[in-house]
Nanobody, 128 residues
């Protein structure tokens, strides 16, 4: 069974850091683009970061939402079948449930329609 499991969420003060992990089971991530999304109640799910497959034409290229560029970094460790989201300089507006998703495509996108498998989400709360 294909499964994605996020971990690493929690409560952090403004300016702090968290690293989210997304571990896959039942399939290998190395042929798939991976995205991180976030959602707050009453709002649409927002694409935060994406990373292409290391076997794609752009060789594992990354893309970020404007709101997180320079603060968040997405990376992948195909040997561990895991993708990470390093979040630095966190702001209260980063508070959301964060989801990772895998796509049948190899090139990453920041739109949710491009993804086929989703994790259950992990809560990130940025508050003093």
């Amino acid at each position: 069974q294909l499964q994605l499991v996020e971990s690493g969420g929690g409560l952090v003060q403004p300016g702090g850091s968290l690293r989210l992990s997304c571990e896959a089971s039942g399939f290998s991530l190395d042929y798939h683009a991976i995205g991180w999304f976030r959602q707050v109640p009453g709002k649409e799910r927002e694409g935060v970061a994406s990373i292409s497959s290391s076997k794609s034409s752009d060789g594992g290229g990354t893309d970020y939402a404007h709101s997180v560029k320079g603060r968040f970094t997405i990376s992948r460790d195909d040997a561990k079948n895991t993708v990470y989201l390093q979040m630095n300089s966190l702001k209260p507006e980063d508070t959301a449930v964060y989801y990772c998703a895998a796509s049948r495509l190899r090139v990453g996108l920041l739109i949710s329609i491009g993804y086929d498998w989703w994790g259950q989400g992990t809560q990130v709360t940025v508050s003093s």
